[in-house]
């Protein structure tokens, strides 16, 4: 059962515009998300956050917006840059489950120059 | 923000053997971590490292396979015991500090030949 879903394996974008990455969750005791970026042989680099009380969370270029009643995130990454190109991971957690943390399958952002 | 180190960064280990993975964090963190990346797949938890005691496993993985320890709050390991193919993956160890953010090891790309 895969509580955390990214139905996109991969995304192409021109450099300067707009990338969008999306996730859905089926756990509705999910309150805290989190989007995380992965260059191969490397671990996973934490990028931003958003917890359930809020709809929209922005840090410079990145901004993450939860729609609870769809279950759905979305990472905005503006203006894409080549160096965003790398594979992104949603992941979410309950207040209750002490820090772990349930990964989407990731999805492979290429930023074109 | 935490600073994680593991080692080895990579091993190609004949199966039947063990590989024991070392995981320094530079701070104390309240909680550490230890998950599994398979090929093409997705992140996910083996186990919650507790100090001091017996290790929380997730559904699937067993203390026979995936022994932890965490002598300290800065410190941990994990062996995978009686390797075969299948074990060939990226191990990653995670901590989380006051926040809920968890930080991440570069990994250790395990191959078993």
């Known amino acids: 059962d895969q509580q955390v879903k990214q139905n996109s394996p991969s995304l192409s974008v021109q450099e300067g515009r707009i990338s969008i990455l999306n996730c859905d969750y089926t756990?509705?005791?999910?309150?805290?998300f989190l989007w995380y970026k992965k260059y191969p042989a490397e671990g996973p680099t934490f990028l931003i956050s958003?917890?359930?009380?809020?709809d929209k969370n922005e840090d410079g270029r990145f901004t993450v917006f939860l729609n609870k009643s769809a279950k759905h995130l979305s990472l905005h990454i503006v203006p894409s840059q080549p160096g965003d190109s790398a594979v992104y991971f949603c992941?979410?957690?309950?207040?209750?489950?002490?820090?772990?943390?349930?990964f989407g399958q990731g999805t492979e952002l290429s930023v074109k120059p | 923000s935490a600073v994680i180190s593991q080692k080895p960064s990579r091993d190609i280990c004949q199966r039947g053997t063990s590989l024991t993975i070392q995981c320094q964090v530079d701070?104390?963190?309240?909680?550490m971590f230890w998950y599994r990346q398979q090929p093409g797949q997705s992140l996910t938890l083996i186990a919650t490292?507790?100090?001091?005691?017996?290790?929380?496993?997730e559904s699937g993985f067993v203390i026979d396979k995936f022994p932890i320890s965490r002598p300290n709050l800065t410190f941990s390991t994990l062996t995978v015991s009686n390797m075969s193919p299948e074990d060939s993956s990226i191990y990653l160890c995670?901590?989380?500090?006051?926040?809920?953010?968890?930080?991440f090891g570069q990994g250790t790309r395990l191959t078993v030949v």
């Open positions: 756990n509705s005791m999910f309150d805290y």
């Open positions: 701070s104390q963190v309240t909680m």
């Open positions: 995670s901590a989380v500090t006051g926040n809920t953010e968890a930080f």
């Open positions: 958003i917890s359930s009380i809020k």
């Open positions: 992941a979410a957690s309950g207040h209750n489950q002490g820090g772990k943390l349930i």
């Open positions: 490292a507790n100090q001091g005691s017996e290790a929380t496993y």
